[in-house]
Nanobody
Framework: QVQLVESGGGLVQPGGSLRLSCAAS????????MNWYRQAPGKSRELVASITRDIINYAGSVKGRFSISRDNAKNTVYLQMNSLKLEDTAIYYC??????????WGQGTQVTVSS
């Protein structure tokens, strides 16, 4: 059974930082395309960051502020979020994808940026 369990969300002031974690079980995260998506109220889900082997990509809106990484020993993917803005408020989802068949989602973790 595959599980992706996110943690680390919460309430933070503008300019603050949070680190999200995605603990994977049932898959080997290092062999998957691992992604962080987010969905704000009334908006569609958007890709924030991805890591595939050593290839990393970021959405333009978070480049320079967010950092995705992976700990193979812990089978966990992280999203370090710095200089948070009000518009970063969203539910953040971890996603693991392998080819066109295997596509798994976590339950999401709420990130709220507010003063």
């Amino acid at each position: 059974q595959v599980q992706l369990v996110e943690s680390g969300g919460g309430l933070v002031q503008p300019g603050g930082s949070l680190r999200l974690s995605c603990a994977a079980s049932g898959i080997i995260a290092s062999t998957y395309n691992m992604n962080w998506y987010r969905q704000a109220p009334g908006k569609s889900r958007e890709l924030v960051a991805s890591i595939t082997r050593d290839i990393i990509n970021y959405a333009g809106s978070v480049k320079g502020r967010f950092s995705i990484s992976r700990d193979n020993a812990k089978n966990t993917v992280y999203l370090q979020m710095n200089s948070l803005k009000l518009e970063d408020t969203a539910i953040y989802y971890c996603n693991g994808r392998y080819g066109f068949v295997y596509n798994y989602w976590g339950q999401g973790t709420q990130v709220t940026v507010s003063s």
